[in-house]
Nanobody, 119 residues
């Protein structure tokens, strides 16, 4: 599975960005896809994820501001980020997890895309 992320950039606080991540395989067959981020000096953290059944999960820090969605036909996931704050500044990574019928877990990562929010 290859993941190609795009859409990062520089935005002022309060602004919006939309990240996209296109997968090389049919994402309907992937158990969950989502976005993580890593700020300088910090650990990578989950931002948002969506399952094949369309259940979503968000970090508390982004609830109400970020929205994850997916387009199965386009094999693409999106992260709409509104009301951005300087603390959202990080490299954002798209992620896919496949769990096989014998419970083997496979994690795949896209290249990071930089999001910088200026105050």
């Amino acid at each position: 599975v290859q993941l190609q992320a795009s859409g990062g950039g520089l935005v002022q606080a309060g602004g919006s960005l939309r990240l996209s991540c296109e997968g090389s395989v049919n994402i309907m067959n992937i158990n969950s896809v989502g976005w993580y981020r890593q700020a300088p000096g910090k650990q990578r953290e989950l931002v948002a994820a969506i399952t094949s059944g369309d259940s979503t999960n968000y970090a508390d820090s982004v609830k109400g501001r970020f929205t994850i969605s997916k387009d199965d036909a386009e094999n693409t996931i999106y992260l709409q980020m509104d009301s951005l704050k300087p603390e959202d500044t990080a490299v954002y990574y798209c992620h896919a997890r496949i769990v096989t019928s014998w419970s083997q877990i496979y994690d795949y990562w896209g290249q990071g895309t930089q999001v910088t929010v200026s105050s």
